[in-house]
């Protein structure tokens, strides 16, 4: 597959993911969801590795880099589908947009890496207006929407920090494998689960059932490659440009398939967070300081007209 239909393949799996997540649990329960959507993701992502025989070693390095990978994995998609039966599912991608601003923040102290040079404070603090905009809206929406807003959030706060403790370990293996590592310790941990907090259901509904295989092939199986796929293909300032798309699509698809009130309160807060991340990522091409701003305005009026 080329890059820009991968590209436009990405967005459209991370556009619907949300939605999938809410119908995903929808008579049968969310702890059945997960269980049921990673349990068929990692056999067809054990499948994938053995068709390309890629390595999936179990040495003591190995361990190490799946436990990093397996235990936030299950922490951050448990969070997210409890969340979501209390919350829309646009407002998911909404709040998973902050993500880069939290992966940064948590690089910085783990792995001492610079988070608050070239305006990209300003755009932190975008970010959590947005977020404060989103929480007061979620306390108008019902009794536990609040709490859902605080399960997404600890959602993408374990989704960043798995990223940078990867990044730590510097693991020498391909993302396939280390994904299915990953999904090797979490998946044992959401049967669990689903087993002792969850009855069996009786019947699937089928739409729940179209969600589960939906979210298991496109947004397990195939997404992870496709987005490991772009890292390769693409600039890092293409590929965040997809968190800027989607929390906007994921809305109107609620609004459009799922019935979602989507108010104007809400659109004020999605498009703070989406500034945040846009100032956040691209602030360092703007002139923030003095002698950026006169360089600025010298090649301005220094232009041929």
Request: net charge positive.
């Given at each position: 597959?080329?890059?820009?239909?991968?590209?436009?393949?990405?967005?459209?799996i991370w556009s619907t993911t949300p939605l999938g997540i809410r119908w995903s649990g929808e008579g049968v329960g969310y702890e059945f969801g997960v269980a049921a959507r990673m349990s068929l993701?990692?056999?067809?992502?054990?499948?994938?590795?053995?068709?390309?025989?890629?390595?999936?070693?179990?040495?003591?390095?190995?361990?190490?880099?799946?436990?990093?990978?397996?235990?936030?994995?299950?922490?951050?998609?448990?969070?997210?589908?409890?969340?979501?039966?209390?919350?829309?599912?646009?407002?998911?991608?909404?709040?998973?947009?902050?993500?880069?601003?939290?992966?940064?923040?948590?690089?910085?102290?783990?792995?001492?890496?610079?988070?608050?040079?070239?305006?990209?404070?300003?755009?932190?603090?975008?970010?959590?207006?947005?977020?404060?905009?989103?929480?007061?809206?979620?306390?108008?929406?019902?009794?536990?929407?609040?709490?859902?807003?605080?399960?997404?959030?600890?959602?993408?706060?374990?989704?960043?920090?798995?990223?940078?403790?990867?990044?730590?370990?510097?693991?020498?293996?391909?993302?396939?494998?280390?994904?299915?590592?990953?999904?090797?310790?979490?998946?044992?941990?959401?049967?669990?689960?689903?087993?002792?907090?969850?009855?069996?259901?009786?019947?699937?509904?089928?739409?729940?059932?179209?969600?589960?295989?939906?979210?298991?092939?496109?947004?397990?199986?195939?997404?992870?490659?496709?987005?490991?796929?772009?890292?390769?293909?693409?600039?890092?300032?293409?590929?965040?440009?997809?968190?800027?798309?989607?929390?906007?699509?994921?809305?109107?698809?609620?609004?459009?398939?799922?019935?979602?009130?989507?108010?104007?309160?809400?659109?004020?807060?999605?498009?703070?967070?989406?500034?945040?991340?846009?100032?956040?990522?691209?602030?360092?091409?703007?002139?923030?300081?003095?002698?950026?701003?006169?360089?600025?305005?010298?090649?301005?009026?220094?232009?041929?007209?």
């Open positions: 597959m080329s890059a820009p239909a991968s590209y436009i393949a990405v967005i459209l993701g990692l056999l067809l992502l054990l499948m994938m590795v053995k068709l390309r025989k890629l390595p999936l070693p179990f040495d003591r390095h190995a361990r190490k880099v799946y436990l990093l990978g397996g235990i936030p994995l299950f922490i951050a998609m448990s969070s997210v589908y409890w969340a979501a039966q209390y919350i829309p599912s646009g407002w998911i991608s909404v709040i998973f947009g902050l993500t880069p601003i939290l992966t940064s923040l948590l690089a910085a102290w783990l792995l001492r890496e610079r988070a608050f040079a070239d305006g990209k404070l300003a755009g932190m603090l975008l970010g959590l207006a947005g977020l404060c905009v989103v929480f007061y809206q979620s306390t108008q929406l019902g009794e536990m929407a609040w709490a859902g807003v605080l399960g997404v959030l600890l959602s993408a706060v374990a989704h960043s920090s798995s990223a940078v403790l990867l990044k730590r370990a510097q693991p020498a293996m391909p993302a396939l494998s280390i994904t299915t590592g990953s999904l090797l310790v979490a998946t044992p941990l959401y049967i669990a689960n689903m087993l002792l907090f969850a009855d069996w259901p009786e019947r699937i509904p089928g739409r729940t059932l179209a969600a589960i295989v939906y979210l298991a092939v496109f947004g397990t199986a195939i997404g992870f490659p496709l987005y490991f796929y772009l890292l390769t293909r693409i600039s890092a300032g293409r590929l965040a440009l997809i968190t800027l798309i989607t929390p906007v699509t994921a809305l109107l698809l609620g609004a459009w398939l799922n019935h979602e009130t989507v108010s104007t309160q809400l659109w004020l807060g999605a498009g703070l967070i989406l500034a945040g991340l846009g100032f956040y990522e691209y602030g360092h091409r703007l002139p923030l300081n003095r002698e950026a701003r006169r360089r600025f305005v010298l090649r301005w009026f220094q232009r041929p007209m």
